[in-house]
């Protein structure tokens, strides 16, 4: 098993002792003396209060190098962070995580059915959110909220992982070198589980 799929196998396991409640690393003394990381993956995920990503996957210090913005949109500083990482530290492994019930998702439905006046700042979010979702209107989900929500989170979380495998000359060539595993992945809110869905190789699927 490369390294790529020992970090997603830990990430899954930790997720698992998270959910059945065993949280050994979180009994660890922290490390405040730590001067070197060494993140095995890089998450991209949502800036939402309810899903800390160390605790959700119960890592420690230095294990994981996060990146956390409204919606997990990508957008150049994203992709220059996840370079960063990638290339400085040699992490095999990137994993867009969206969650059930996003507010960015949400927002940009309500934006895109009944439009408004959002701040300049919020609409560079929106604005790269609505390709992921505007589709979805013209289908029969835009009769049912909730599923067109279930169903935006994960096209979301897809084109987001998709866009770093192809978006960037850099994670590019790791992804066909096989040096980087980009995945996309759900939280939820309301069980705790990670579901990873997109780009799982089989072996792991």
């Known amino acids: 098993m490369n390294s790529a799929l020992k970090a997603l196998q830990r990430l899954r396991s930790g997720n698992l002792e998270f959910v059945d409640r065993k949280l050994p690393v979180l009994e660890h003394p922290l490390s405040f003396g ?23 996957f119960n890592q ?48 940009t439905l309500d934006e895109l059915q009944r439009p408004g006046t959002p701040s300049r700042n919020l609409r560079s979010i929106v604005d790269r959110v609505r390709p992921a979702v505007q589709g979805l209107l013209c289908t029969e989900l835009k009769d049912n909220p909730e599923l067109l929500l279930k169903a935006a989170v994960r096209t979301n979380v897809s084109i987001a992982a998709n866009f770093l495998r192809h978006g960037s000359e850099a994670l590019e060539q790791l992804v066909e070198t096989g040096r980087l595993l980009v995945v996309g992945a759900e939280y939820s809110l309301e069980t705790g589980k990670v579901d990873f869905f997109d780009g799982v190789p089989s072996e792991l699927a």
Do not use: Y
């Open 34 to 56: 730590n001067k070197e990381q060494a993140p095995f993956a890089v998450i991209l995920g949502c800036s939402d209060s309810r899903v800390p990503v160390e605790i959700v």
């Open 60 to 107: 420690g210090f230095g294990d994981l190098f996060v990146i956390r913005v409204a919606g997990n949109i990508v957008a150049p500083s994203q992709i220059g962070s996840i370079e960063f990482a990638v290339e400085k530290f040699g992490t095999p492994l990137v994993v867009v995580l969206g969650h059930t019930n996003c507010g960015a998702l949400s927002t």
